[in-house]
């Protein structure tokens, strides 16, 4: 069955600092990965797709299949990053998204 | 609308009662999905909709749990004799295509808490 394991429940670093989500899945087919954010008051959002290979905000994600892993990354944490960050992977034949618990960053001045 | 709108925003529920629970897509979407969120989880599938037909229901927890989207636009889902373990926040995402591949726009959910 296909998971997503995000490990890190909370997510620490200082204003300027690299930051990186972890994100591993377990899928049979081939995969689609998104990372989705939620910032505090705000709805659930798209951030990036893999198969869009877009930057957004600063953030890049790469599929690496050897690994089963799609972690997201950025070079310098803004205190406007902070939020609530989902990976998700599109299964039963592209209608669901099946996501994982999420990892709270807070960025710290 | 500005976006996918849910109501009510918060119910609190006696156990054993019957909820409804609305969605109002962004007009013209075609997809319309439903997810249950617990606290502490990621958002989890309970059912699909593209326009009027309902193609997987394959993750609603019980027969209490029932989709419709009759008209293709609103959706509602209802939840019959509430128990505990139903408390969550219900999330509605509509997206433009058929299927999740096109970017699903999420409301804000409606928290049920059942007591």
């Known amino acids: 069955a296909q998971r997503v394991t995000q490990p890190e429940k909370l997510l620490s670093v200082f204003k300027g600092a690299p930051v990186e989500l972890k994100c591993n899945y377990s899928y049979s087919g081939s995969p689609e990965l998104f990372w989705y954010v939620q910032y505090s008051r705000q709805r659930l959002q798209l951030l990036l797709r893999h198969i869009s290979r877009e930057s957004i905000k600063g953030f890049t994600a790469d599929l690496n299949k050897g690994e089963t892993s799609f972690h997201l990354k950025k070079p310098f944490a803004q205190e406007e990053d902070s939020a609530m960050y989902y990976c998700?992977?599109?299964?039963?034949?592209?209608?669901?998204?099946?996501f994982g618990t999420g990892t709270q960053l807070k960025v710290e001045l | 609308g500005a976006g996918v709108s849910q109501s009510p925003r918060y119910k609190v529920a006696k156990r054993g009662q019957d909820v409804a629970l609305r969605c109002d897509p962004i007009?013209?979407?075609?997809?319309l999905f439903w997810y249950q969120q617990a606290l502490g989880q990621g958002p989890e599938f309970l059912t699909y909709?593209?326009?009027?037909?309902?193609?997987?229901k394959s993750g609603l927890p019980s027969d209490r749990f029932f989709a419709e989207r009759p008209e293709g636009s609103v959706s509602t889902l209802k939840i019959q004799r509430t128990q505990q373990e139903d408390s969550a926040v219900y999330l509605c995402?509509?997206?433009?295509?058929?299927?999740?591949?096109?970017?699903?726009?999420f409301g804000q959910g409606t928290r049920l808490t059942v007591v």
């Open positions: 995402a509509s997206s433009l295509g058929a299927g999740g591949l096109t970017e699903a726009f």
């Open positions: 998700a992977l599109i299964t039963g034949g592209g209608n669901k998204l099946t």
């Open positions: 007009s013209g979407h075609v997809s």
């Open positions: 909709f593209q326009n009027e037909a309902q193609l997987d």
